[in-house]
T-cell receptor
Framework: RKEVEQDPGPFNVPEGATVAFNCTYS??????FFWYRQDCRKEPKLLMSVYSSGNEDGRFTAQLNRASQYISLLIRDSKLSDSATYLC???????????FGKGTMLLVSP | SAVISQKPSRDICQRGTSLTIQCQVD?????MFWYRQQPGQSLTLIAT?????????ESGFVIDKFPISRPNLTFSTLTVSNMSPEDSSIYLC??????????????FGEGSRLTVL
């Protein structure tokens, strides 16, 4: 099993749709979970951290399921500007040895 | 937040040559990280650049191939030595913003896109 696994997509959705991505991880000792966004030919940027209780930031909701070892990202009311690759990032506490997934590509069309 | 400048932004090199990538941060940071992102692949950590000590390399990466310098708390270089086409990739410098012990936000430079012919 890969350390961090994501469906590469692409997910093609119309504007206004709700879309969800899952990411599974293999290391049950993982403590840090993030979603990063990477636009085409750009560097990754933090979208949101994922907390055990789940968290929401505007149209974005992230959840963690430790029992099944996956995290999810839900995007409501998709915008054209949401088109990007979403990277799942998992690791221990601290800054090193974060493991990045290959990313899920989202394409939002008019 | 942290502002990171990387140079060069892109380069095309001949096999067997070496290229040094520079990373400048607008604030002092303890750790700087060098990542590689090969086409269609995830980001892979090459090494952690520590000021005042040798870099810490991840499995599969060695100092002879990827020597790193960290002369001060705002600057680091990564050299890709004796390049082959397999080294064609985007190389990204990264630092940690504030975030406490949970693991803070990673800020990335814009990357250096390397093509080896």
């Amino acid at each position: 099993r890969k350390e961090v696994e994501q469906d590469p997509g692409p997910f093609n959705v119309p504007e206004g749709a709700t879309v969800a991505f899952n990411c599974t991880y293999s290391n049950s000792a993982s403590q840090s979970f993030f979603w990063y966004r990477q636009d085409c030919r750009k560097e990754p940027k933090l979208l949101m951290s994922v907390y055990s209780s789940g968290n929401e930031d505007g149209r974005f909701t992230a959840q963690l399921n430790r029992a099944s070892q996956y995290i999810s990202l839900l995007i409501r009311d998709s915008k054209l500007s949401d088109s990007a690759t979403y990277l799942c990032v998992v690791g221990p506490l601290g800054y090193s040895t974060l493991t990045f997934g290959k990313g899920t590509m989202l394409l939002v069309s008019p | 937040s942290a502002v990171i400048s990387q140079k060069p932004s892109r380069d095309i090199c001949q096999r067997g040559t070496s290229l040094t990538i520079q990373c400048q941060v607008d604030s002092q940071v303890t750790m700087m990280f060098w990542y590689r992102q090969q086409p269609g692949q995830s980001l892979t950590l090459i090494a952690t650049a520590n000021q005042g000590s040798e870099a810490t390399y991840e499995s599969g990466f060695v100092i002879d191939k990827f020597p790193i310098s960290r002369p001060n708390l705002t600057f680091s270089t990564l050299t890709v030595s004796n390049m082959s086409p397999e080294d064609s990739s985007i190389y990204l410098c990264s630092v940690v913003g504030s975030g406490g012990s949970r693991g803070g936000e990673l800020f990335f430079g814009e990357g250096s896109r390397l093509t080896v012919l």
